[in-house]
């Protein structure tokens, strides 16, 4: 041996592991254990290799190559392990008798390693050899797998695939080409688990329950603890953990069950609806599981109460809980890193990854950026090891779990749909992996690229999980992966020249498909389930090819149709009707659409109204056209171009230019008839600061006395003015006189910035209402605006500030205003004698500031707001501000009250509530009490409450008659809630309570990112799902004479705001028709593009639906502004 040595001497080299920022280190990141034993190897997708250099040196000069495979391989490489140089594995072994079977008899290498790892009684020296036993174990999977996978290779290489259709027109061209071969190569997908299409197709499934259940509520990381009695007390003689992984990995397997036991099934978090977690690695030695959890309404995590309830971000105190500081300060503290540590792994370009130490806090605040931020309070630091630690660097954590299963368990509530992407790309990111760099000691020159190796990292611990085939990832519910394919375009997998049996076999076998083709023909109860859903109702049978109904189960079973590229057109759209049609019997059935059967796909889409272009505005128009009058379809006309995108104005107008005139014609000529028509549109285009000549229609051809319209008449208003003045208390009266003195009083010293102060009741509206009268009836212009459209609406000529003053979305302390000089817009806002804006307190004080700016550029003076005299109304006891994801202390800060601005208003008041009955005027003054905290910090609510969501559905609307018309009952009543997703389901409650033919319009959801990758990673479905604020339903599901409410200002000017109730009168495919509350006026809705305004998603998307929801139950700060007789409070959360 020391000749052999001698003559062929080694090489030492150093094998040097890299960190690249620009590489993902959660999976390239250092090892942090030196006395950890992997293999690093580099494969396709990170598969092991089959095949190896192993050599023999027999007695002489020559070396013999040896397969893995051989069963001398292991006990020639391990001669410590196999003393007695007894075989290893052979691919001959046969299994004992008692554990033989028809199916099979020879022991696979997977078994007989997981017998030779099994601990038995006795001594074991396997067991006992320390890091050789680390090696034995990574070189047992490395060859395992590979050779699993090779395996699969050779005996595939004649498998071949082809779609049906192709494979019948190559068997009947074969007669002129005997040469040609049929298909394509291919290998069946690897069920190797962590490659990139494992983790993908994990990743959809688990973005298919999302669809199903919402986004996950809590993010769980639970590690290994190798101080668990468990596996110390297996330990023998002087054995570490890191020495028995075999030991770690079962019991980690274990406590991971029993976690899953405490959150699933003992609801510590509340009830769990769905869960997947994935099992990591990471070079850390330990295994660790990440887990999400799927909560259900009720016990959602909504307020920052709840979130102190269940997790903690503190240190506790150790003489009320010593055991529970104890495991905190051992496996909860993060690094420490930073300046006190700047060697720690955590550490990049001189800062924290995970942004520690954190800032102290008092109280928590839920959902800033999406995540919440924990209460940390400012207590004396503590000594942990050499460091001393506050509550800074503790990392969130569940008493209860830290204390049953000491060990690190990391609990984050997730916040936002934003995280949705982040939380699962990262459990689903793959492999861990290494990058490399092999030195030759002693060699100052070497190769860079050659030296360079980035393969994947397999440790110990993950070796023996995959040996024992635990799961490396698991979900609550079965996603059943559905065909897509076109017709006789199924795919077809065959072996090489078997095409004919391959043809047979596949024209009596069904897909998923096309066996829901024939279940929808053969059983009616399945006529209105879609195809993504079937799964949950029937179960397909691979022998038969048949969806047969489902006995149990089906409530954790979720269907998921793949994702389709835009590219392979034809079948995308295929993707996009299945989603929407029920009971489809056949592919041609699919195509026909109203009676009409399309040639393509994409053009069924298209006659369902599913793609965007001029067509869907043309079929609106034609169809408003059979039932209403010219004048509300110009009023429809102004609507599609405002909101529309319309392709085409121009050829839309002349193509529907008789409708759209025919009044006009039959009141003066086919000549002039359209130009009053075209004068009519440009008034109503105004409220979306569009003109004719912006859409490049014909200029009008008229007379300027025509084109001169008075807006109010001056005898009518001062009467009106005379009729309020006479109608005013006295405290109504001093505020009026005030206003009408600063109004016409141009004196210096005379205040020009008021505000009205007046809870709900006392006539704020009521004065605004006797101003306007009165200016406009002296011949001056006026401007009101309110902060809601449906607060405008209480105005005569009332608008949105944001419209007024063009005002833009997106604020901050320097935005201006998007209204230029010299223009229309700018000679009213010269000319206006008052501005008048009521529900002031909801407005940003950047809005009022960004005003300010605009009045003094207009006016070149800079006294506030122009020196124009300006009344805000409204009440500072009610809603305030609403900042996205906003602290209490954010919302304050972002009130009028506490700018300096504030300062320069003369405040007026009104007290008397001019509403409320005799008899009621303790409770107005009860409500009063609380809106100014004169009630304590407690409130005490009366008893009668209701306990389900039907008993304030059946005690505010059971006694109307909803198949009678009875707007003033409806118009008076509402059920009030605290959030959208209660008052949805309220109302879909009231909807079901309602008799009648339900109708569902479905949207159309597209992702707006040039991304491919986006809209593969975020699928229509999920899209579908989701339902922002100020966007309707997906399924937006109505019955003849519910009320709505409308989301968007369509005509501000004609009444149709974001918040005007409706009463639908007419149910179209096209358009919606429906009236006001009142019973007055009657509208046409068309669907629009809709985005949403402030959103949490790490990505936009556009929604194509009607702009309204449902409004039996709307949110309280959605009600604002509106008065009701009859309403019952919903306060499900503070």
Same mark, same amino acid.
């Given at each position: 041996?020391?000749?052999?040595?001698?003559?062929?001497?080694?090489?030492?080299?150093?094998?040097?592991?890299?960190?690249?920022?620009?590489?993902?280190?959660?999976?390239?990141?250092?090892?942090?254990?030196?006395?950890?034993?992997?293999?690093?190897?580099?494969?396709?997708?990170?598969?092991?290799?089959?095949?190896?250099?192993?050599?023999?040196?027999?007695?002489?000069?020559?070396?013999q190559?040896?397969?893995?495979?051989?069963?001398?391989?292991?006990?020639?490489?391990?001669?410590?392990?196999?003393?007695?140089?007894?075989?290893?594995?052979?691919?001959?072994?046969?299994?004992?008798?008692?554990?033989?079977?028809?199916?099979?008899?020879?022991?696979?290498?997977?078994?007989?390693?997981?017998?030779?790892?099994?601990?038995?009684?006795?001594?074991?020296?396997?067991?006992?050899?320390?890091?050789?036993?680390?090696?034995?174990?990574?070189?047992?999977?490395?060859?395992?797998?590979?050779?699993?996978?090779?395996?699969?290779r050779?005996?595939?290489?004649?498998?071949?695939?082809?779609?049906?259709?192709?494979?019948?027109?190559?068997?009947?061209?074969?007669?002129?080409n005997?040469?040609?071969?049929?298909?394509?190569?291919?290998?069946?997908?690897?069920?190797?688990?962590?490659?990139?299409?494992?983790?993908?197709?994990?990743?959809?499934?688990?973005?298919?329950?999302?669809?199903?259940?919402?986004?996950?509520?809590?993010?769980?990381?639970?590690?290994?603890?190798?101080?668990?009695?468990?596996?110390?007390?297996?330990?023998?003689g002087?054995?570490?953990?890191?020495?028995?992984?075999?030991?770690i990995?079962r019991?980690?397997?274990?406590?991971?069950?029993?976690?899953?036991?405490?959150?699933?099934?003992?609801?510590?978090?509340?009830?769990?609806?769905?869960?997947?977690?994935?099992?990591?690695?990471?070079?850390?030695?330990?295994?660790?599981?990440?887990?999400?959890?799927?909560?259900?309404?009720?016990?959602?995590?909504?307020?920052?109460?709840?979130?102190?309830?269940?997790?903690?971000?503190?240190?506790?105190?150790?003489?009320?809980?010593?055991?529970?500081?104890?495991?905190?300060?051992?496996?909860?503290?993060?690094?420490?890193?930073?300046?006190?540590?700047?060697?720690?792994?955590?550490?990049?370009?001189?800062?924290?990854?995970?942004s520690?130490?954190?800032?102290?806090?008092?109280?928590?605040?839920?959902?800033?950026?999406?995540?919440?931020?924990?209460?940390?309070?400012?207590?004396?630091?503590?000594?942990?090891?050499?460091?001393?630690?506050d509550?800074?660097?503790?990392?969130?954590?569940?008493?209860?779990?830290?204390?049953?299963?000491?060990?690190h368990?990391?609990?984050?509530?997730?916040?936002?749909?934003?995280?949705?992407?982040?939380?699962?790309?990262?459990?689903?990111?793959?492999?861990?992996?290494?990058?490399?760099?092999?030195?030759?000691?002693?060699?100052?020159?070497?190769?860079?690229?050659?030296?360079?190796?980035?393969?994947?990292?397999?440790?110990?611990?993950?070796?023996?999980?995959?040996l024992?085939?635990?799961?490396?990832?698991?979900?609550?519910?079965?996603?059943?992966?559905?065909?897509?394919?076109?017709?006789?375009?199924?795919?077809?997998?065959?072996?090489?020249?078997?095409?004919?049996?391959?043809?047979?076999?596949?024209?009596?076998?069904?897909?998923?498909?096309?066996?829901?083709?024939?279940?929808?023909?053969?059983?009616?109860?399945?006529?209105?389930?879609?195809?993504?859903?079937?799964?949950?109702?029937?179960?397909?049978?691979?022998?038969?090819?048949?969806?047969?109904?489902?006995?149990?189960?089906?409530?954790?079973?979720?269907?998921?149709?793949?994702?389709?590229?835009?590219?392979?057109?034809?079948?995308?759209?295929?993707?996009?009707?299945l989603?929407?049609?029920?009971?489809a019997?056949?592919?041609?059935?699919?195509?026909?659409?109203?009676?009409?059967?399309?040639?393509?796909?994409?053009?069924?889409?298209?006659?369902?109204?599913?793609?965007?272009?001029d067509?869907?505005?043309?079929?609106?128009?034609?169809?408003?056209?059979?039932?209403?009058?010219p004048?509300?379809?110009?009023?429809?006309?102004?609507?599609?171009?405002?909101?529309?995108?319309?392709?085409?104005?121009?050829?839309l107008?002349?193509?529907?230019?008789?409708?759209l005139?025919?009044?006009?014609?039959?009141?003066?000529?086919?000549?002039?008839?359209?130009?009053?028509?075209?004068a009519?549109?440009?008034?109503?285009?105004?409220?979306?600061?569009?003109?004719l000549?912006?859409?490049?229609?014909?200029?009008?051809?008229?007379?300027?006395?025509?084109?001169?319209?008075?807006n109010?008449?001056?005898?009518?208003?001062?009467?009106?003015?005379?009729?309020?003045?006479?109608?005013?208390n006295?405290?109504?009266?001093?505020?009026?006189?005030?206003?009408?003195?600063?109004v016409?009083?141009?004196?210096?010293?005379?205040?020009?910035?008021?505000?009205?102060?007046?809870?709900?009741?006392?006539?704020?509206?009521?004065?605004?209402?006797?101003?306007?009268?009165?200016?406009?009836?002296?011949?001056?212009?006026?401007?009101?605006?309110?902060?809601?459209?449906?607060?405008?609406?209480?105005?005569?000529?009332?608008?949105?500030?944001?419209?007024?003053?063009?005002?833009?979305?997106?604020?901050?302390?320097?935005?201006?205003?998007?209204?230029?000089?010299?223009?229309?817009?700018?000679?009213?806002?010269?000319?206006?004698?008052?501005?008048?804006?009521?529900?002031?307190?909801?407005?940003?004080?950047?809005?009022?500031?960004?005003?300010?700016?605009?009045?003094?550029?207009?006016?070149?003076?800079?006294?506030?707001?122009?020196?124009?005299?300006?009344?805000?109304?409204? %009440? /500072?006891?009610?809603?305030? +501000?609403?900042? @996205?994801? *906003?602290?209490?202390? #954010? $919302? &304050?800060?972002?009130? =009028?009250?506490?700018?300096?601005?504030?300062?320069?208003?003369?405040?007026?008041?009104?007290?008397?509530?001019m509403?409320a009955?005799?008899?009621?005027?303790d409770?107005g003054?009860?409500?009063?009490?609380?809106?100014?905290?004169?009630?304590?910090?407690?409130?005490?609510?009366?008893?009668?409450?209701?306990?389900?969501?039907?008993?304030?559905?059946h005690?505010?609307?059971?006694?109307? %008659? /909803?198949?009678?018309?009875? +707007?003033?009952? @409806?118009? *008076?009543?509402?059920? #009030? $809630? &605290?959030?959208?997703? =209660?008052?949805?389901?309220?109302?879909?409650?009231?909807?079901?309570?309602?008799?009648?033919?339900?109708?569902?319009?479905?949207?159309?959801?597209?992702?707006?990112?040039?991304?491919?990758?986006?809209?593969?990673?975020?699928?229509?479905?999920?899209?579908?799902?989701?339902?922002?604020t100020?966007?309707?339903?997906?399924?937006?599901?109505?019955?003849?004479?519910?009320?709505?409410?409308?989301?968007?200002?369509l005509?501000?000017?004609?009444? @149709?705001?974001?918040?005007?109730? #409706?009463?639908?009168?007419?149910?179209?495919?096209?358009?919606?028709?429906?009236?006001?509350?009142?019973?007055?006026?009657?509208?046409?809705?068309?669907?629009?593009?809709?985005?949403?305004?402030?959103?949490?998603?790490?990505?936009?998307?556009?929604?194509?639906?009607?702009?309204?929801?449902?409004?039996?139950?709307?949110?309280?700060?959605?009600?604002?502004?509106q008065?009701?007789?009859?309403?019952?409070?919903?306060?499900?959360?503070?």
């Amino acid at each position: 041996m020391h000749r052999l040595v001698q003559e062929h001497p080694t090489t030492s080299v150093k094998m040097v592991f890299l960190e690249d920022k620009n590489l993902d280190m959660r999976r390239y990141n250092a090892p942090t254990l030196c006395t950890e034993v992997a293999a690093i190897f580099v494969g396709d997708n990170g598969e092991p290799p089959a095949n190896r250099d192993i050599c023999v040196y027999p007695v002489g000069n020559t070396c013999q190559s040896i397969s893995p495979l051989n069963q001398c391989c292991d006990p020639m490489t391990y001669p410590l392990l196999f003393p007695r140089g007894e075989c290893s594995w052979n691919t001959g072994m046969e299994h004992v008798e008692e554990r033989r079977t028809a199916k099979r008899t020879r022991v696979t290498q997977l078994q007989y390693y997981a017998y030779r790892l099994s601990q038995r009684n006795g001594f074991s020296i396997l067991h006992n050899s320390g890091k050789l036993f680390q090696q034995y174990i990574v070189d047992a999977y490395v060859k395992t797998e590979g050779s699993r996978l090779h395996f699969l290779r050779q005996n595939q290489k004649d498998l071949r695939i082809e779609l049906y259709r192709g494979l019948l027109d190559a068997l009947e061209c074969r007669a002129h080409n005997e040469n040609i071969r049929t298909g394509k190569l291919i290998i069946l997908p690897s069920s190797f688990q962590g490659s990139p299409r494992h983790m993908q197709q994990n990743y959809q499934d688990a973005m298919a329950m999302v669809r199903k259940f919402g986004k996950p509520d809590l993010f769980l990381t639970f590690t290994c603890n190798p101080s668990w009695s468990e596996i110390l007390n297996s330990m023998e003689g002087v054995q570490r953990p890191e020495d028995r992984p075999d030991i770690i990995v079962r019991v980690f397997n274990m406590k991971l069950k029993e976690l899953l036991e405490d959150i699933c099934k003992h609801g510590i978090f509340g009830t769990v609806l769905a869960y997947i977690y994935v099992i990591e690695f990471q070079k850390r030695g330990l295994p660790h599981a990440h887990i999400l959890l799927t909560l259900d309404s009720e016990s959602k995590i909504r307020t920052k109460d709840d979130i102190d309830k269940f997790v903690s971000a503190e240190l506790p105190d150790p003489c009320t809980d010593l055991r529970l500081f104890q495991i905190v300060t051992k496996c909860m503290v993060h690094g420490p890193c930073g300046n006190i540590n700047i060697n720690s792994p955590c550490m990049r370009d001189g800062q924290c990854c995970k942004s520690f130490p954190k800032q102290f806090k008092d109280d928590t605040e839920e959902n800033v950026n999406g995540y919440p931020i924990y209460r940390r309070r400012a207590t004396e630091p503590v000594q942990v090891g050499k460091y001393s630690i506050d509550n800074r660097w503790v990392v969130p954590y569940n008493p209860w779990l830290l204390k049953k299963f000491n060990a690190h368990i990391n609990v984050e509530v997730c916040a936002s749909v934003k995280s949705v992407k982040y939380l699962y790309k990262y459990v689903y990111k793959g492999h861990d992996a290494a990058s490399v760099k092999i030195q030759k000691e002693g060699a100052l020159d070497h190769d860079e690229i050659l030296s360079f190796v980035e393969g994947r990292y397999v440790s110990a611990p993950e070796a023996m999980w995959r040996l024992n085939e635990f799961n490396l990832s698991h979900k609550s519910h079965t996603v059943v992966r559905l065909a897509v394919h076109l017709p006789q375009q199924q795919p077809i997998v065959y072996q090489d020249g078997q095409e004919a049996q391959a043809i047979e076999r596949a024209a009596l076998r069904k897909t998923t498909l096309t066996s829901w083709f024939e279940l929808n023909k053969n059983d009616p109860s399945a006529h209105n389930i879609s195809y993504s859903d079937i799964p949950q109702y029937y179960v397909f049978d691979k022998s038969t090819t048949n969806w047969k109904k489902r006995q149990r189960g089906g409530q954790n079973v979720i269907g998921r149709l793949p994702v389709v590229s835009i590219l392979d057109s034809e079948r995308y759209y295929l993707r996009m009707l299945l989603l929407r049609k029920s009971g489809a019997i056949s592919f041609d059935d699919i195509l026909t659409v109203n009676g009409l059967r399309c040639i393509t796909f994409q053009q069924a889409c298209q006659e369902y109204g599913l793609l965007r272009g001029d067509q869907q505005w043309h079929d609106a128009l034609n169809e408003a056209a059979q039932f209403q009058s010219p004048r509300q379809l110009r009023m429809l006309f102004a609507m599609i171009c405002g909101f529309g995108e319309v392709e085409d104005v121009p050829d839309l107008w002349v193509q529907h230019q008789v409708s759209l005139c025919e009044d006009f014609v039959h009141r003066y000529s086919e000549q002039t008839g359209p130009h009053y028509a075209l004068a009519d549109i440009e008034e109503l285009l105004t409220s979306y600061n569009l003109s004719l000549q912006k859409l490049h229609l014909p200029n009008v051809d008229l007379p300027a006395s025509v084109l001169e319209r008075v807006n109010f008449d001056v005898v009518e208003e001062q009467a009106k003015a005379n009729s309020y003045t006479m109608q005013l208390n006295s405290e109504q009266r001093n505020v009026v006189e005030i206003l009408l003195s600063a109004v016409y009083n141009n004196a210096a010293d005379t205040p020009k910035c008021y505000f009205l102060d007046g809870p709900a009741g006392t006539g704020k509206t009521f004065v605004y209402s006797t101003l306007l009268h009165t200016i406009r009836g002296r011949g001056d212009d006026v401007i009101p605006v309110a902060s809601t459209g449906i607060a405008a609406t209480l105005l005569k000529g009332g608008r949105t500030a944001h419209s007024v003053f063009k005002i833009p979305i997106d604020l901050n302390a320097t935005s201006t205003c998007n209204l230029k000089p010299n223009t229309k817009e700018a000679d009213m806002l010269l000319k206006t004698k008052l501005i008048v804006w009521d529900e002031a307190p909801m407005t940003h004080v950047h809005a009022f500031l960004a005003v300010d700016r605009l009045l003094q550029d207009l006016t070149k003076c800079k006294e506030p707001f122009g020196g124009k005299v300006i009344l805000l109304g409204g %009440d /500072f006891r009610q809603v305030l +501000p609403v900042i @996205l994801r *906003g602290s209490r202390t #954010l $919302t &304050v800060a972002s009130s =009028l009250k506490k700018h300096a601005l504030w300062l320069k208003f003369h405040k007026l008041y009104l007290t008397k509530n001019m509403r409320a009955l005799e008899s009621e005027r303790d409770f107005g003054a009860w409500l009063l009490d609380i809106g100014e905290k004169k009630s304590g910090s407690t409130i005490q609510l009366p008893l009668q409450c209701y306990p389900s969501i039907q008993d304030p559905v059946h005690q505010l609307y059971s006694d109307i %008659d /909803f198949s009678s018309e009875t +707007p003033q009952e @409806l118009k *008076g009543r509402a059920i #009030l $809630t &605290v959030n959208n997703e =209660l008052s949805m389901e309220i109302n879909n409650k009231v909807l079901e309570f309602m008799p009648g033919n339900e109708t569902v319009y479905k949207a159309v959801d597209m992702i707006m990112s040039e991304d491919p990758q986006d809209q593969l990673t975020f699928p229509e479905e999920f899209l579908n799902s989701l339902t922002p604020t100020g966007l309707p339903p997906y399924e937006l599901k109505l019955k003849i004479g519910c009320i709505v409410m409308l989301l968007r200002n369509l005509a501000p000017s004609k009444g @149709l705001c974001n918040g005007t109730r #409706l009463i639908i009168t007419k149910l179209q495919q096209n358009i919606i028709q429906a009236k006001s509350i009142d019973g007055t006026q009657t509208f046409l809705i068309p669907r629009i593009p809709l985005i949403p305004s402030q959103t949490n998603m790490p990505f936009k998307f556009k929604r194509m639906q009607f702009p309204i929801r449902l409004a039996f139950s709307m949110t309280i700060n959605k009600s604002q502004g509106q008065t009701f007789e009859k309403i019952c409070l919903v306060l499900n959360e503070p």
